[in-house]
């Protein structure tokens, strides 16, 4: 799957199930957790989500506002995985 599917299902998922606001416009590189439009809960269902649509396991380690605050991280990580 290439990335830009793959950033397309992740933002639809982020603001129709996790933020409950489809109109929104998230861009790549705004901060998802750090500008309060998901909490940490919000996170392990993204990764849970992730999982199930692209078999990507995503560590609770790698679950953090570092490494998965923005949609560009996001995909980066999401496609990593993905090539192995």
């Known amino acids: 799957m290439d990335a830009t599917t793959v950033r397309e ?3 639809q998922f ?4 996790l ?6 416009q998230l861009t790549d590189q705004e901060g998802i957790i750090t500008g309060g439009l ?6 392990a269902e993204l990764a849970v989500y992730v999982e199930k649509e692209f078999g990507v396991y995503i560590p609770d380690p790698d679950l953090t506002v ?4 923005t949609l560009d ?6 496609m990593r995985d ?3």
């Open 9 to 11: 299902q992740i933002r």
């Open 82 to 84: 993905q090539a192995t």
């Open 38 to 43: 998901i909490d940490s809960f919000a996170l």
């Open 66 to 69: 570092a490494k998965m605050d």
């Open 14 to 17: 982020i603001v129709r199930d």
């Open 19 to 24: 933020m409950r606001d489809p109109s929104y």
């Open 73 to 78: 991280q996001m995909i980066a990580r999401v």
